[in-house]
């Protein structure tokens, strides 16, 4: 594992769009995508490099990690929406080649073996982006979450329904469910990119990369994976035991 402390979150992003270019220029890619507010600014630098360098993401594809069940596609806060207006719709990253599951499917159990299916047949994920919930979720994966789940219908915990109250009008519009890539979906991606910006995260990332491998912090499966590269501000990695590591 790979563990880059960066100073400040521009950094970050810059240090994360490094390891995402070098991906997308190589050929064929298919991409991991993550929503939330932590790889905003890694998209950003993204766009900025189509725009002003011609990175090209015509060859890419990509799978969302999530989405809220019971959302329509077009609710802003619809994961499906949310990566086109933070990223997809500003760079030349075809809108059909980007599938996520469908929140609004009448059957989602059935909707989530469909999205998991789906992943396979295109050969699975080249290198998955993902954030980590305070309460170390990785995609919708609470605590308590089984380390091998596969794609499925989840119940949000409250307390990440209270972290990302802050996008929706009042707590009783976040959704109470999900369909979320399951930890054994997730950890077959050849190469995890986690992200962690801001002191919130600091306790989980810390759990995370050195407390034991347990459904109690789902993004401790990380040490279960070969190739794994994380990217924290300083605030995020305020605990980390190897705080020096890499620092910039
Ligand atoms: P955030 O969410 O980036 O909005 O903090 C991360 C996550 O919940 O995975």
């Known amino acids: 594992m790979e563990i880059r402390i960066e100073a400040h979150v521009a950094h970050v992003a810059v240090s994360a ?4 270019e070098s991906y997308v220029r190589s050929g064929p890619v298919t991409l991991g995508l993550a929503t939330g ?4 600014p890694t998209y950003r630098e993204l766009i900025r490099r189509h725009r002003e360098e011609g990175l090209s993401f015509a060859r890419s594809r990509a799978f969302l990690l999530d989405e809220y069940v ?7 806060e619809s994961y499906y ?3 086109r207006s933070e990223f997809v719709s500003h760079v030349d990253l075809a809108d059909t080649a980007v ?3 469908a929140g ?3 059957d989602p159990e059935q909707e989530a073996a469909r999205y998991e299916a789906a992943i396979r047949s295109a050969g699975g994920v080249d290198v998955q982006v993902l954030g980590i919930g305070s ?3 990785i995609g919708f994966n609470e605590p308590g979450e089984h380390l091998d789940s596969r794609t499925h219908v989840g119940l949000l915990a409250e307390q990440t329904r209270t972290d990302n109250a802050r996008f929706f009008e009042s707590i009783d519009d976040v959704p109470r469910r999900c369909i979320t890539q399951g930890l054994g ?3 077959e991606a050849r190469h995890l990119l986690l992200i962690a910006t801001g002191a919130a995260k600091a306790d989980a990332l810390a759990a995370a990369l050195h407390g034991p491998v347990t459904s109690d912090c789902p993004a401790s499966v990380l040490q279960l994976h070969d190739h794994v590269t994380v990217i924290a501000d300083k605030a995020a990695a305020s605990r980390l035991q190897r705080a020096g590591c890499g620092a910039a």
């Open 17 to 20: 769009a490094d390891v995402l």
């Open 37 to 40: 507010s932590t790889p905003v």
């Open 70 to 76: 019971g959302l329509a596609r077009s609710h802003p």
């Open 99 to 101: 599938q996520s599951p």
């Open 135 to 137: 309460n170390g979720h």
């Open 81 to 83: 929406s949310v990566i």
């Open 185 to 187: 979906t997730i950890r």
């Open 104 to 106: 609004q499917a009448a």
